[in-house]
């Protein structure tokens, strides 16, 4: 899906081409996801910052993978792999996951429109990236 989305409302598809089906492998063995949305207009449903988070730990309670991804904070969603590398191998702590979140935070440019700023989008990034962690380690 990383290649599949352009920009706004646009993606690879040509002119002549229609999407039938989409297939979703099912998660890895022992992983956990979340997502959550922060809505900062009651008229709409559209999300000011949307998160997801999946993390698998190992059976020593380290992270052996973590993957994060950021909608409607720019054109097309959002993934840093740099904040994703910094759990790898490690116990996520309350500490790490913070560091992880501030860096995803700190490794997007968000738009700016009636949702919020971008300067406002950074700190709502930040706290949902620590949320959906946390959430997806809960398995809630």
Request: net charge negative; charged share 25%; with cysteine.
């Amino acid at each position: 899906m990383a290649h599949f989305f352009k920009d706004f409302y646009e993606t690879t598809l040509a002119p002549d081409e229609i999407l039938t089906e989409l297939i979703v492998p099912d998660p890895v063995p022992g992983s956990r996801s979340a997502y959550l949305k922060y809505i900062s207009r009651s008229s709409e449903d559209r999300p000011c910052v949307g998160m997801a988070a999946v993390v698998k730990n190992g059976p020593d309670g380290s992270c052996q993978e973590l993957r994060l991804v950021a909608g409607a904070v720019s054109e097309i969603p959002q993934e840093i792999e740099s904040a994703e590398a910094m759990a790898r191998g490690k116990r996520l702590t309350d500490s790490l996951i913070e560091e992880i979140a501030g860096a995803c935070a700190a490794g997007i440019e968000p738009l700016s429109d009636l949702r919020g700023s971008a300067w406002y989008r950074k700190q709502i990034i930040r706290v949902m990236a620590r949320r959906a962690i946390q959430q997806a380690m809960a398995g809630n």
